[in-house]
């Protein structure tokens, strides 16, 4: 699957989610970043925010059919159970799909979710340029298929859409669940991460007739840093990570390129460990532009600063209750997230927690990532009984 955020396939399978929660009854909404609140009615007609499911509908460039895809898609088949089954919940319920989870595209991951929790500017939203063409940008993609909402991208409830809370249910991407053979994760949280670009700017030069003494090499520099970053962060029981790195397309065989970036992701449940591996990376970075030949410049950015987060107590026992209803004390794990949602944002700003269920070897952001039909229905069951039994709570204290 390849969906990249805003792109042609993006629209046309937003036009489809509209579709689906039109002929469910669901009332449609769209904020300014293109994030799309679909809601269902309860009972009360309260004007109290709605109950959220939510998750994205956007992928990474080589990506699977479950991340992101499967929340959203449960989602719906829950409120179409609760349609065909004429149930009505107290609260209003419905679902969000946020616009660039992935931040594939424009390199800001949960960036609409981030702008609706006030943490990330809208205009800085809005100027991310496309990383293969910074040209365009995400506010012209948002015009360009007409998906600049008239709402404001907020949870504040005069301007914005605010949520009363959000599940989010999720494949792990990673191999826990089915290693211990569990049906259901209960998230408890997920951990810290930062994101951030490194351009090393060297000199052009000949190969051959350069002598090692007098290069200015940051192909060579970013090599020696990025495997640096590794061995900091293993040393301290953390992950380093470059998933992108840039050489000029004119490079050739025999010529030393003059610039090189690359991205650096730093990941630990701790924010502590996490500035710890930041201040160690910097100081080893700046130690081997000064190494090789005539050394190298460096300049790096901060793109994403993700804090660890803690979820609800309420919206966590209401998943449990719900794993332990269906699949028996032995069937769930309690589990902390290692990649961002856009659940870590909603957080902030309304009860929040996640359901995870099995991915085949844990593979995810691959084409090879797998659910069952089985786990997918699995965690489609245990979200709509979560969310049902969050809304009988909220009920009770009106």
Sequence with gaps: MARLALSDDDARVRKWFAGEVASLGCELAIDEMGN???????????????TAMGSHLDTQPRGGRYDGILGVLAAVEVMRTLKDNNFSTQFDVGIVNWTNEEGARFPRS????????GEIPREKAWDLGDIFD???TVKSELERHGYIGPLACSSDASTGYPLGAHFELHIEQGPILEENGRQIGVVQGAQAYRWFTFTITGRDAHTGTTPLKSRRDPLLAASKMITSSNAIAKELGALASTGVLKIPPSSSTNTIVSKVTFTLDIRHPEDAVVGEVQRRC?????????????????????DTDSPAVK???DCIQAVESAAIGLFGPDGWLPLTSGAG??????SKRCPTTMIFVPCKDGVSHHPE??????????????????????????????
């Design 110 to 117: 949960m960036m609409s979710s981030g702008v609706w929790a």
């Design 311 to 313: 979820f609800d107590k």
């Design 369 to 398: 990532e797998y659910c069952s039909p089985e786990d997918c229905a699995n965690g489609t069951q245990a979200l709509l009984e979560a969310v049902v039994s969050y809304d009988h709570l909220r009920a009770s204290r009106v």
């Design 36 to 50: 799309m609140f679909a809601k269902r009615q309860g009972a009360l007609k309260s004007s109290a925010p709605m």
């Design 134 to 136: 910074p040209s365009v």
């Design 282 to 302: 910097i100081e080893s970075f700046e130690k081997i532009a000064m190494d090789d030949g005539r050394g190298v410049e460096m300049q790096w950015t901060l």
């Design 341 to 346: 949602h856009d659940s870590v944002y909603t």
